[in-house]
């Protein structure tokens, strides 16, 4: 799970969004003479910096025929490659995240919202209220993400839900679960178990590096974890759904083998809490707050028609927005195109030329008609990424008055973005080589767990 699963091969990562359509490396006006040092800021607001890529207007939004598409596996825009989050929710059937629910968060926490909450990039939810109001009067609950081990190498956009994840243990104080699906990527990428398995190990040590609690927190393979309680209960949600139902919900087609079509009731489980008996025991009342990317809604649909029937309280959900492609939104993201992305395995100077050469730009052509217009901050991929990775708000907010303007030229607003993802990235590897196998294996280990909120 952890970001988008489709997307990106990621599964719950953040998800990027896979598009129709090709993505233009148009550079704009200024950029070849960035001046060092320049920093940025996010747009123009009052109280709340304005969410990140609002609605369009009626008369912009896709048609069906258009071909949006966003399911667990497949995530595709419409003609113009956007994606259409307020047609998704409605689809969905999701609610939007209000100010007084946000409000209500920092109030209850004692603690400021996460800029992804600020900013919308965390923008849906299913009864998020109730987790709040369970806080409020001195109940538990835990969290429980997910990542698919489908690369050695995680990109900038697989580490949003953990970065949001860590804030939520840290805000609420509460124990976590995340699920690698090492078996599902067999199953859909034809991986070897043992490649299977050792990418999620690799993979598990990028997650700790995110500053995860030990006392709080259990990373596990499905392959090596799988057994007992949890599959009890992977049995138990099986029995519950149809193959019609399946089909409905996820899209399976007569060619889609009996491990694709079981799949879902192995990451519908882990919202189970009597699946970590090491952790909860036998509760089956503890509620779950589970952060994922939208696109893996349809899972945890099929999860929370289930749970009363198997004698469980709803899983909660609270989704984000997709992590777009140094391309754009019409662009893909893949390990396998290293020009598509930043991993936190690049260098500085890999992530300068990153981002000078193919992050798409909402400049103009020349520098006259860019001071003349300003920037188009609806395409452009640096401030989108600024959104996503800047946390000053002030600065975020000057930056997109002047580069919407036109006082700030593309060059300078992207040299903004690299001295930020730089510190991100190196940050990430210097915690990520202090990783230990002893470390991992703390992590990985079923254990008694007798902190989990304190």
């Given amino acids: 799970m952890g970001g988008a699963r489709g997307a990106v091969g990621g599964y719950w990562s953040a998800g990027v969004a896979r598009v129709a359509g090709g993505g233009g490396q148009w550079r704009g006006a200024g950029e070849a003479s960035p001046p060092p040092g320049s920093r940025l800021g996010a747009t123009a607001g009052a109280h709340r910096p304005p969410r990140l890529l609002p609605p369009r207007p009626a008369e912009e939004v896709a048609k069906p025929e258009q071909g949006q598409v966003v399911t667990p596996w497949d995530v595709a825009g419409g003609a113009d490659g956007a994606i259409d989050y307020d047609k998704i929710t409605k689809e969905f059937g999701c609610s939007l995240i209000s100010d007084a629910l946000i409000e209500r968060i920092e109030k209850c926490t004692g603690v400021r919202a996460h800029h992804f909450l600020r900013r919308g990039i965390f923008f849906a939810h299913r009864e998020l209220e109730k987790i709040v109001e369970a806080h409020e009067q001195g109940k538990k609950f835990y ?100 193959f019609n139902q399946a089909r409905g919900i996820f899209g399976f087609d007569g060619s889609a083998n009996i491990g694709k079509i079981g799949f879902p009731a192995v990451q519908a489980a882990p919202a189970f809490p009597d699946s970590f008996p090491h952790m909860f025991g036998t509760n089956k009342k503890l509620r779950c707050l589970i952060p994922c990317a939208i696109d893996q809604d349809p899972y945890f649909r099929m999860t929370r028609d289930v749970a009363p029937r198997c004698g469980y309280v709803k899983c909660s959900l609270i989704e984000s927005r997709f992590f777009p492609a140094l391309q754009g939104e019409s662009g893909k993201m893949s390990a396998s195109d290293t020009t598509s992305a930043v991993f936190v395995t690049d260098t500085p100077k890999q992530i300068k030329s990153k981002i000078n050469k193919y992050a798409f730009s909402g400049g103009q052509a020349t520098v006259e008609e860019h001071r003349e217009k300003g920037a188009n901050l609806a395409v452009d991929v640096p401030w989108k990424y600024l959104n996503f990775f800047m946390e000053d708000d002030e600065r975020l907010q000057q930056i997109g008055r002047e580069y919407e303007s036109g006082q700030m030229l593309t060059g300078e607003i992207k040299a903004a973005l690299i001295e930020v993802l730089q510190g991100i990235c190196k940050t990430h590897q210097e915690n990520r080589a202090a990783v230990t196998d002893e470390v991992l294996q703390r992590f990985m280990t079923p254990r008694q767990m007798d902190n989990l909120w304190g």
């Fill in 143 to 242: 969290l429980y993400t997910g990542r698919g081990p489908s690369s050695e190498a995680l990109h900038l956009g697989h580490l949003v839900p953990f970065m949001f994840t860590k804030w939520l243990q840290d805000a609420f104080k509460c124990p976590l679960v995340i699920q690698l699906t090492d078996d599902e990527k067999c199953l859909w990428r034809d991986l070897k178990y043992e490649e299977a398995l050792r990418l999620a190990r690799e993979n598990a040590r990028d997650i700790i590096a995110c500053g995860f609690d030990p006392e709080k927190t259990f990373i596990f393979s499905d392959f090596e974890y799988m057994g007992g309680p949890f599959y009890v209960n992977v049995n138990k949600i099986a029995g519950l759904v149809t």
